[in-house]
């Protein structure tokens, strides 16, 4: 069975610091997502990432993807409050469109 | 362009009841996904609906049950509801002939008291 790990579960941090998010999975994966999302809303894709040494940046966040240690991080660079989110990282087995498996989650609080 | 729909946004109902959940995948998509997202949890996989078919079934008992229809909408159906249903429902759509990632509706909020 694919097991998702996430570490840290919960993360609180001051505005303008740097932290790293963590993503382990249990079996070999075809891609790897990364989510966000807000209280009582829906999930907001932010990367995928589909092969090993992959890397994706959009603002503030970067992902990257390192398959053969079945790792996956998502690096925060100068928070900011508006980052304030719950994030997933889910992996993909399979056919594009298959099922995804989650992570528990990471609840980030930027303090200002 | 239409993305993914769902309703109702939220609903109340009573142990032991019936309940259907509806989704409009995202214009093109022919596939439907169904998540159960408890609180404070990453989402669950229900099933999967493709070709009017469940294709893929998470770890969920048969009183979950759907249906995806021609026009490639579906519905999540729960009967004899308990506490534990209660949750955030997400469906998914996606493309099975590429597209790399799904797309999730807004959520239904179900609450079983």
């Known amino acids: 069975e694919l097991k998702v790990e996430q570490n840290p579960l919960f993360l609180s941090m001051q505005e303008g610091k740097n932290y790293t998010i963590y993503c382990n999975y249990s079996?070999?994966?075809?891609?790897l997502y990364w989510y966000r999302q807000d209280p009582g809303k829906s999930l907001e894709s932010l990367f995928v990432?589909?092969?090993?040494?992959a890397v994706k940046q959009e603002g503030r966040l970067m992902a990257s993807l390192d398959t053969k240690a079945r790792l996956s991080t998502l690096h925060i660079t100068a928070a900011v409050h508006d980052l304030s989110a719950t994030y997933f990282c889910?992996?993909?087995?399979?056919?594009?469109?298959?099922?995804?498996?989650f992570g528990e989650g990471t609840q980030l609080t930027v303090n200002p | 362009d239409a993305g993914v729909t769902q309703s109702p946004t939220h609903l109340i109902k009573t142990r032991g009841q019936q309940v259907t959940l509806r989704c409009s995948p995202k214009?093109?998509?022919?596939?439907v996904s169904w998540y159960q997202q408890a609180l404070g949890q990453g989402p669950q996989f229900i099933f999967q609906?493709?070709?009017?078919?469940?294709?893929q079934r998470g770890n969920f008992p048969d009183r979950f049950s759907g249906h995806q229809f021609p026009n490639y909408s579906s519905e999540l159906n729960v009967n004899a509801l308990l506490l534990g249903d209660s949750a955030l429902y997400l469906c998914?759509?996606?493309?099975?002939?590429?597209?790399?990632?799904?797309?999730f509706g807004p959520g239904t909020r179900l609450t079983v008291t």
């Open positions: 998914a759509s996606s493309l099975v002939a590429g597209g790399l990632r799904a797309h």
């Open positions: 079996t070999t994966s075809d891609r």
């Open positions: 990432l589909l092969s090993n040494g």
């Open positions: 889910a992996v993909e087995v399979g056919t594009s469109g298959s099922r995804l498996t």
């Open positions: 214009s093109g998509h022919d596939t």
């Open positions: 609906y493709y070709e009017e078919e469940e294709r």
